[in-house]
């Protein structure tokens, strides 16, 4: 594996908000991360090289309960504003929960992120800006 859990924890400490975002995929994926998932409910992140071999941050809070239904169109709005800047991190998290948004999955290789409910479901995916 060509990239430890404190390299990426070092250039996620430069992101402020979501508008920061698409440098930071940058980073990672020159670190060698291919891709990676992170849970809402504790903020772990399992970050992945190209042979599926992974480090995880492990649990970064106490637990929150994401809600029984996803309301897409208010997640976007929340989101959009995310992207632009507008919320921090432990919002935006809040943001998913209350919208029944359980994760998302980060592939750096076709530069997406989706978005998926309590069953796993892909709610949205959307491209990220390089």
């Given at each position: 594996?060509k990239?430890t859990?404190?390299?990426i ?8 908000s ?6 930071y995929?940058?980073q ?5 991360v291919?891709?990676y ?12 090289d190209?042979?599926?071999?992974f ?7 106490d ?8 309301n ?5 709005t929340r ?12 919002t935006?998290?809040?943001?998913c929960t ?5 994760g998302?999955?980060?592939d750096l290789?076709?530069m ?7 069953n796993?479901?892909?709610i949205l995916t959307e491209q990220v800006?390089?």
């Open positions: 594996m990239f859990i404190d390299e924890k070092t250039v996620h400490q430069k992101v402020k979501g508008a920061d975002f698409p440098k995929i940058q990672i994926k020159n670190l060698g291919s891709h998932t992170t849970l809402v409910a504790d903020g772990n992140t399992k970050y992945f190209i042979e599926n071999n480090v995880e941050t492990g649990k970064k809070y637990v929150l309960k994401i809600a029984e239904n996803v897409i169109e208010n997640f976007k989101l959009k504003l995310h992207q632009q800047g507008g919320t921090d991190y432990p935006f998290c809040k943001d209350e919208n029944g948004v359980e998302w999955k980060m290789n076709k997406t992120c989706t978005y998926f409910d309590k796993q479901n892909d800006p390089s």
